[in-house]
């Protein structure tokens, strides 16, 4: 099996090259070779490698750059997953897909299903959006999995900020009512894999649009804290948590205040579920050791 993976060096496609080598030869191109703001890159590199799989695990993700440079966001999270998708359905192959939470207003008191009604707050949930409307205008196999609040052991992320600044200042305000599920690239790389190999066994469920996050829910203040007491696990110093609300922090994007999604239909559809959020944090701290 040969599988085509976007991203190099992002956080989610760095775990599922650790991952997914099991299932053949992957095909990892930097961005030299795979520029997802280059449409007849994609197309070329697609048609070079002839993959049984393309995983698009590149995004452009600066959610605050992205209000005053819409029209690059949109290239990437709109144009380039809409031209993956055909070369995939021209190829008779599926299309991994990730996306975002983002996708939602956050005003809903309850978790989010996939047959909610989207609506984005501002341009990285607009393009994130506009790109699962074209990868389902085209018609092909296809897998959409929308996760949040996403962060590894490596690159820029609410852990490895906290971890920094936990250590380095005495004190740490941080927003308390936006909630939602912090979910280790590792789990999506995990639910990826046994999402592979369900349908390489003849055990898929419906192809489309999906949720994948940690289970349970916590607020970024409450990330905080588990963040801070397993530095103090640790003899590390910790600074103390002051929570705040959204309206103490303002930022260019507006943020959704209720970022769970209902997982249930993965687990019904293909038999995939995802460990709560406090054990896989757990699991990537122990790996960071």
Request: hydrophobic share 40%; proline share 5%; glycine share 8%.
């Amino acid at each position: 099996m040969r599988i085509l993976i976007s991203g190099q060096h992002g956080q989610v496609s760095s775990e599922l090259q650790k991952r997914l080598k099991v299932l053949g030869e992957l095909v990892v191109p930097g961005r030299d070779q795979l520029d997802l703001a280059q449409p007849e890159q994609i197309r070329r590199q697609v048609r070079h490698v002839r993959p049984d799989l393309i995983i698009n695990a590149a995004a452009y993700t600066a959610v605050d750059k992205a209000e005053s440079d819409a029209a690059a966001a949109f290239v990437v999270n709109a144009q380039a997953p809409g031209i993956l998708a055909e070369e995939a359905a021209a190829l008779g192959i599926p299309l991994i897909q990730y996306s975002t939470d983002y996708v939602f207003d956050g005003r809903k008191g309850a978790p989010y299903t996939e047959t909610d009604a989207t609506n984005p707050l501002g341009v990285y949930g607009q393009s994130k959006l506009a790109g699962e409307q074209a990868i389902t205008a085209v018609q092909g196999k296809h897998l959409i999995l929308r996760t949040s609040w996403v962060y590894s052991a490596h690159g820029h992320n609410f852990l490895l900020t906290m971890q920094r600044l936990l250590q380095e200042k005495p004190e740490l305000r941080i927003v308390a009512d936006q909630i939602g599920a912090p979910t280790w690239a590792g789990t999506i790389a995990n639910s990826t894999l046994a999402l592979i190999e369900r349908w390489q066994a003849g055990e898929t469920g419906a192809w489309g649009t999906y949720h994948l996050t940690a289970q349970g829910e916590t607020s970024w203040f409450g990330f905080a804290q588990a963040i801070g007491e397993a530095l103090r696990e640790q003899g590390k110093p910790c600074a103390n948590l002051l929570p705040i609300t959204t309206s103490d922090y303002p930022t260019p994007a507006t943020r959704p205040l209720n970022s769970r999604l209902d997982c249930s239909r993965l687990q019904r559809e293909w038999g995939v579920s995802q460990p709560d959020w406090q054990t896989a944090l757990r699991e990537c701290l122990a790996g960071q050791a």
